[in-house]
């Protein structure tokens, strides 16, 4: 399971009947018209990938919804001309809600607001559990070398990140505060983080993205950026 500090943050899931049963009508109405020729009338997949499913889930499950809805209103329909407003941000919502009925999460009595895009998670049936092997992620712990290699010592769960090389003041406040974790990661790529020498920086409480190998014995970050925290790793 997730860190209970992760479980904090993410107080809400999909789980908790986020949306009601009138704006799952109009999002099926606004699905039919937009979507339904690429995706198909059950998200079946026509032209376009399925919205249905294991393989759907784990694209996003983890993060807030905001990722997905973001997705969603930038790139859809396909070819759409950048800008244009021929779908409200309010039907992306309604369309959000419809594709979350249609995955078997349940309804509730309210509404979902758009800024509940970005409080509420997606998770799986069985609730949140770490992130999936091939996410972009963000991480934190000490840095070490073992045995010729860079690993990221005591290093925190990770958690899913959208954006794999910049980061701002808030975000590396955030990790600064964060205690560190149990794992161990190996890190590959480091000459993907420009100017960054790792020799000045071992025994350094740090921030880590990248994309996560999930492999028995040799879990691995494919570095995409590393950011220092503190000159010292303390718990």
Request: with cysteine; hydrophobic share 35%; charged share 25%.
């Amino acid at each position: 399971m997730l860190p209970k500090i992760l479980l904090l943050l993410f107080m809400q899931t999909v789980l908790d009947g986020v949306y009601s049963e009138p704006q799952v009508a109009r999002g099926k109405a606004a699905y039919t018209v937009h979507c339904g020729s690429c995706h198909g009338e059950k998200l079946e997949g026509v032209s376009a990938p399925t919205l249905t499913g294991e393989r759907f889930i784990e694209r996003w499950r983890e993060g807030t919804l905001d990722g997905l809805y973001d997705f969603i209103r930038d790139r859809m329909p396909f070819g759409k001309p950048p800008g244009s407003k021929e779908i409200s941000d309010k039907e992306y919502v309604d369309i959000l809600t419809y594709l979350l009925k249609m995955n078997g999460y349940p309804s509730g009595t309210a509404e979902f607001p758009l800024e509940g895009v970005k409080k509420v998670m997606l998770v799986g049936k069985n609730g949140p559990q770490p992130v999936p092997d091939g996410s972009l992620v963000v991480t934190v712990g000490c840095l070490v070398q073992r045995d010729d290699r860079w690993t990221l010592s005591n290093a925190t769960e990770p958690a899913r990140t959208r954006d794999d090389a910049s980061t701002t003041p808030a975000e590396l406040k955030a990790s600064a505060e964060r205690s560190l974790g149990t794992l161990t990661f190996r890190l590959s790529d480091l000459d993907a983080a420009p100017g960054f020498t790792p020799e000045a920086h071992q025994g350094h409480k740090m921030q880590a993205k990248g994309y996560l190998v999930r492999q028995p014995n040799a879990e691995r970050i494919n570095l995409s950026s590393i950011e220092m925290l503190a000159p010292t790793c303390t718990p």
